[in-house]
């Protein structure tokens, strides 16, 4: 079989099927119409003369000699990955170019002043700001997305090196005229029956490690879970619900009037530092950047938490 007719894009359509088992999920994933991905999929099965997906009207899943494909392409395609992030590191470097990665309030309202002024003192360095979901930092970081991330603590290994910068606890946001508005001081039986909202998964997911303890039957649980803390503050200025957050969203929050009240036994804490790789080393550039985010972030933080 020539090599021509078995492309990296086909390959790539082939994997993002298999992952999201629909053809428009995997064009969105892939900047593509569900079409552009279905032809490239139907290309490849051509080319290898193998059925590779089982088709109904619903879902779209892996055949048998899919399920045996895709364990050959998977290492393939992560390779190539590796090779293009590479690529980017490689023009990064050459370009004084450094990325830094944060999730939402982070990347719209701590870094822009912090990195202005580091662009100040080194003006033949460019910074770009990538805002990244919490639960894709590390993935960004060792991908050769971003060279540093900036974020809420996450499960680490060898590959990424943790700098702690500070502490922060978790707090309920709520608009004035809210009922819980008039305590000043909550603990967490006093939040059942209220509407909460989470703001992604990592949200909800530290919401439940808070109440570990707690028998499960008098749990609070969100009773709904939203992409972005923008939107779960915007419900909550609005009365419709209220949601827990870290207290350095208040940058955010008191500019939609949301009122902050602690919320105790047990009080959780976040706590956010930087991340770098250990396999992809800073340009000298780089470091200071990464000395200048941990002095300036701690203050900053100091800052929005009054």
């Known amino acids: 079989m020539a090599l021509t007719?078995?492309?990296?894009?086909?390959?790539?359509?082939f994997g993002a099927v298999a992952d999201l088992h629909g053809f428009a999920a995997a064009g969105k994933r892939l900047g593509?119409?569900?079409?552009?991905?279905?032809?490239?999929?139907?290309?490849?099965?051509?080319?290898?003369?193998?059925?590779?997906?089982?088709?109904?009207?619903?879902?779209?899943?892996?055949?048998?000699?899919?399920?045996?494909?895709?364990?050959?392409t998977a290492p393939l395609l992560r390779q190539v990955r590796q090779a293009e992030s590479s690529a980017q590191d490689l023009r990064a470097r050459g370009t004084g170019l450094l990325r830094v990665g944060a999730p939402q309030v982070l990347a719209g309202w701590a870094l822009p002043?912090?990195?202005?002024?580091?662009?100040?003192?080194?003006?033949?360095?460019?910074?770009?700001?990538?805002?990244?979901?919490?639960?894709?930092?590390?993935?960004?970081?060792?991908?050769?997305?971003?060279?540093?991330?900036v974020g809420p603590d996450r499960p680490v290994d060898a590959r990424v090196r943790w700098i702690p910068l500070f502490d922060c606890p978790w707090v309920l946001w709520c608009a004035p005229g809210h009922a819980l508005a008039r305590k000043r001081g909550l603990r967490w039986s006093d939040?059942?029956?209220?509407?909460?909202?989470?703001?992604g998964r990592d949200h909800e997911g530290s919401v439940a490690q808070?109440?570990?303890?707690?028998?499960?039957?008098?749990?609070?649980?969100?009773?709904?879970?939203?992409?972005?803390?923008?939107?779960a503050l915007?419900?909550?200025?609005?009365?419709?619900?209220?949601?827990?957050?870290?207290?350095?969203?208040?940058?955010?929050?008191?500019?939609?009037?949301?009122?902050?009240r602690r919320v105790t036994e047990p009080e959780g804490m976040r706590r956010v530092g930087l991340y770098q790789s250990q396999e992809r080393p800073l340009t000298p550039a780089g470091e200071a950047l990464a000395r200048h985010l941990q002095q300036r972030l701690a203050q900053w933080y100091g800052g929005a938490a009054h």
């Not at 007719?5 to 359509?13: H, I, S």
């Not at 999929?41 to 051509?46: F, P, Q, R």
């Not at 570990?212 to 749990?219: F, H, I, L, N, V």
């Open 113 to 149: 002043g912090i990195l202005h002024d580091y662009a100040r003192q080194h003006p033949r360095v460019s910074v770009r700001i990538r805002d990244v979901a919490v639960d894709r930092l590390i993935e960004g970081l060792l991908e050769g997305q971003v060279d540093l991330a």
């Open 210 to 231: 808070m109440q570990a303890s707690t028998p499960e039957s008098q749990r609070i649980i969100p009773i709904d879970v939203v992409d972005h803390i923008s939107t």
């Open 5 to 13: 007719r078995f492309t990296l894009r086909q390959l790539e359509a």
């Open 32 to 72: 593509m119409t569900a079409q552009a991905v279905s032809q490239l999929v139907a290309d490849l099965e051509s080319a290898i003369g193998l059925r590779l997906f089982d088709r109904t009207t619903r879902r779209v899943a892996l055949s048998a000699a899919g399920r045996e494909f895709i364990e050959q």
């Open 191 to 199: 939040l059942r029956g209220h509407a909460l909202i989470a703001a």
């Open 234 to 260: 915007g419900l909550s200025a609005q009365g419709m619900a209220a949601t827990l957050a870290p207290a350095y969203v208040g940058v955010l929050a008191r500019s939609m009037g949301l009122v902050m």
